[in-house]
């Protein structure tokens, strides 16, 4: 899941020795979201984000999330918002101020 979260946040992805399995905003502005595993306990851990983009980095992300093996889950809101899915279902939303009053 990390390379679609990566994508959709284009941020740079830090593991190893002093790191978790991370991404961080490579401007130092946004916080650190950083991934564990959530057990087999149900319900799982679930999240769902809403980003904030400038409309020209909403084609450029959403291409870059379906390569790192995610899905687009509804284009309907376009282009207020889309719709993504990492490949265990959490979605996300990539919102603009596009097309809003």
């Not at 999330?65 to 995610?70: I, M, T, Y």
């Amino acid at each position: 899941m990390l390379p679609f979260w990566r994508a959709v946040l284009a941020g740079e992805h830090l593991a190893g020795p002093g790191f978790g399995d991370e991404v961080r905003d490579p401007a130092g502005a946004l916080p650190t979201v950083w991934f564990q595993e959530s057990g087999r306990d149900e319900p799982r851990q679930r999240w769902h984000p809403d980003v904030w983009v400038d409309p020209a980095e909403v084609k450029p992300r959403i291409e870059a999330a379906l390569a790192a093996g995610g899905a687009l889950v509804s284009d309907e809101a376009a282009p207020h918002f889309w719709v993504l899915a990492d490949s265990d279902g959490n979605r996300v939303c990539l919102c603009t101020w596009q097309g809003r009053d």
